[in-house]
């Protein structure tokens, strides 16, 4: 992704979210929620399932996760056992990954936002940002950039794969709103969370090719 693909994205992404966090989100929502609802268990298990294997991932040995030391060792034997440049993209890999769910959950501590089932519930008033009670964790998604932080990088890296790299954490997005559990904007903001971090990490794999993308 050159520099100017990535303003362009984050051009339509920003005002995008902050328009359907205003107005849009809620009736979406709620048509999701009355039209849609028979694919919820599909999307149930197929989330619990991704979850066992990422939790599994995420044991600690040696004092840090799996899928880290094995991105990590990774990274060390290509670039520097074989001199292989292209094993950068398991450091870009790691550092997104950890840097997107992070940043995830740094900022539903912050936004406070409530989540679909409130409102399909009890309902609420306004926006539902910066709200006190449970359940109040919505934005933005930590599911979606999970999972999308571990095959965007890949995506980038392997073009020609991009569509079978994309179709689980594709899957996991929307299932986040067929089970009423986030907000379509809670949903791209996070996929641009992973698409920005994807793309300042990816500086270290082309720090010369910088200006050739503006």
């Known amino acids: 992704m050159t520099l100017r693909q990535f303003l362009a994205f984050t051009a339509l992404t920003l005002p995008a979210c902050a328009l359907l966090i205003a107005f849009g989100d809620q009736p979406l929502a709620r048509f ?3 039209h849609f609802g028979g694919a919820a268990p599909f999307f149930a298990a197929l989330t619990a399932t991704a979850d066992k294997i990422h939790d599994a991932l995420m044991m600690h040995v040696v004092g840090m996760p799996i ?3 094995a991105l990590g060792l990774a990274f060390a034997v290509g670039r520097y056992a074989f001199k292989k440049k ?3 993209i398991f450091l870009i890999l790691l550092l997104t990954h950890e840097f997107s769910m992070v940043l995830a959950n740094v900022l539903k501590g912050t936004v406070h936002r409530l989540r679909p089932e409130v409102l399909f519930g009890t309902g609420y008033a306004g926006t539902g940002l910066w709200a006190t009670g ?5 934005f933005p998604s930590t599911h979606t950039a999970t999972y999308f932080s571990l ?9 020609k794969y991009r569509g079978p790299l994309l179709v689980l954490p594709g899957l996991i997005a929307l299932g986040r709103l067929v089970l009423g559990a986030h907000y379509l ?4 903001f996070s996929i641009w969370l992973v698409v920005a971090l994807t793309f300042l990490f990816g500086l270290l794999d082309r720090p010369r090719q910088v200006a050739a993308g503006l």
């Not at 449970?134 to 919505?138: A, L, M, R, V």
């Open 32 to 34: 999701i929620h009355g």
């Open 67 to 69: 899928i880290f030391l």
């Open 86 to 88: 292209e094993a950068t």
């Open 134 to 138: 449970p359940h109040n964790d919505s």
């Open 151 to 159: 095959f965007w990088p890949l995506a980038v890296a392997f073009p």
């Open 185 to 188: 904007s809670d949903v791209w």
